[in-house]
């Protein structure tokens, strides 16, 4: 099984991005999609050294939800900073100590950070262990690196890695 | 109905497109700079294409949902394209109004 | 109704080409041109999407396709190029 089949998640997001680029659901299509997704990950087997496991499908999509809505959260507060002015902005440089181990779980932390409101990613540092962030208006930077850790960190901590150290 | 949907997912992308422009030429140092493009013009691009998607659907028949292969497409590079070039800018030591971390510069020597 | 807000919403796009372009033209270091480059594209797939909606045309969304995988492509090359001073090691 495992043989035939190495990465079922991806064969299944490959088959569905192959139905939304022809942009259409008929049964030619969906044997052919579901066909690429099942040899596009032989082909790229190399690139795929980790082997993903998701563990709570509910608290990934809980933070699915909390992601969609600190995106237009994060808009709406960088549109006001920009439309206030510049002169009021604080900005400042926070590190954020790492407790994820997996690159795919700090790639993803990073991402969310970089979309959430007020944070840019800046640096991970190379032994993986602190993250530097950009912040454009710094009220309480040991609140914020709580808040990353609290809101972002612990459900990809939870979704990734439990069990695993 | 869809009419006022789409006018005001039409009307909301572009303002967000225009203010994160705005902020790209308003503000005063690199970083903060990075911040507008990231979040406003993704999220104002993101509302055009869902208003193409809901205009083609209705449109036409069947349902179009192609745009929502861009809209994810871009939702996951902008985070990382902003991130290279901070990391960029902290390699090339651009000026900063915030002061600059400790670790940027220990990571010099590494590739 | 949509016919009032597609002109208004060119002129607010447009309006970010000009601020974006400004922005790619001062400077004043290395990456707040690709910053501004980076910002062009994606503001050429507002007015591309734009475009298609108006027209009433889903050709455009090709376009718009590959100008989001070539700019991000082309994003990272540069990023890559400033720090490394090289692209392909």
Sequence with gaps: MKRLLPHPLLTLTLAILWLLLVNRLNPGHLVLGLLLGWLIPFATAGFWPEHVRIRHAGVLLRYLMVFIYDIVRGSFHVAWLILKGPSRLNPAFIVVPLELKSDLGISLLANTISLTPGTVSSLVSADKRTLIVHTIDTGNPDAMVAEIKQRYEVPLKQIFEEGDV | ?111 | ?89
């Design chain 3, 1 to 89: 109704m949509l016919d009032t807000v597609i002109p208004i919403a060119y002129a607010l796009v447009s309006l970010a080409f000009v601020f974006s372009f400004w922005r790619l033209l001062k400077g004043p270091d290395a990456p707040d041109r690709i910053l501004a480059l980076d910002t062009l594209y994606v503001n050429t797939i507002a007015l591309l999407v734009l475009l298609g909606i108006h027209l009433g045309n889903a050709i455009y969304f090709e376009a718009a396709l590959l100008i989001a995988m070539m700019g991000f492509v082309g994003t990272v090359a540069l990023c890559k190029y400033l720090l490394r001073g090289d692209i392909i090691e």
């Design chain 2, 1 to 111: 109905m869809i009419d006022i949907l789409l006018s005001l997912l039409i009307l909301t992308g572009a303002v967000f497109t225009f203010i994160g422009s705005l902020g790209l030429a308003r503000l005063r140092d690199f970083y903060t700079r990075l911040h507008g493009p990231t979040k406003a013009t993704t999220l104002g691009v993101g509302c055009l294409l869902i208003a193409s998607a809901v205009y083609f659907s209705v449109r036409e028949e069947g349902v179009s949902l192609h745009e929502v292969l861009v809209t994810l497409f871009l939702f996951i590079t902008a985070p990382v394209s902003a991130h290279l070039l901070a990391k960029a800018a902290l390699h090339l030591k651009v000026h900063s109004l915030a002061p600059e971390p400790e670790q940027a510069r220990n990571e010099e020597q590494i590739p």
